[in-house]
Nanobody
Framework: QVRLVESGGGLVQPGGSLRLSCAASGTIFNFSNMGWYRQAPGKERELVALITNGGSTNFADAVRGRFTISIENAKNTISLQMNSLKPEDTAVYYC?????????WGQGTQVTVSS
């Protein structure tokens, strides 16, 4: 069983930075891909960033060039570095791991970008 716990959310001013972390308990070394998603009020959940086991990454157009995704295998942690944040980045951010055809989700962490 895999459990994911996000942290690092909070309130930040436009133009600021935040780093989200997703700590995984259980075995994740055999994951297919892992990603960060977000859901703003009244909107559907959307993909923000994805990383495969081979290290390939993909980003939503809205965040490309501002966000980076990385995995620290030794710590079983996936991170999302968010720079140049905009008010439209405000959402609950979730991490997801796809392991052996099963998707595991964290509980989410709130990110609010406001002056």
């Amino acid at each position: 069983q895999v459990r994911l716990v996000e942290s690092g959310g909070g309130l930040v001013q436009p133009g600021g930075s935040l780093r989200l972390s997703c700590a995984a308990s259980g075995t994740i070394f055999n994951f297919s891909n892992m990603g960060w998603y977000r859901q703003a009020p009244g909107k559907e959940r959307e993909l923000v960033a994805l990383i495969t086991n081979g290290g390939s990454t993909n980003f939503a157009d809205a965040v490309r060039g501002r966000f980076t995704i990385s995995i620290e295998n030794a710590k079983n942690t996936i991170s999302l570095q968010m720079n140049s944040l905009k008010p439209e980045d405000t959402a609950v951010y979730y991490c997801r791991a796809n392991i052996r055809l099963t998707n595991y989700w964290g509980q989410g962490t709130q990110v609010t970008v406001s002056s």
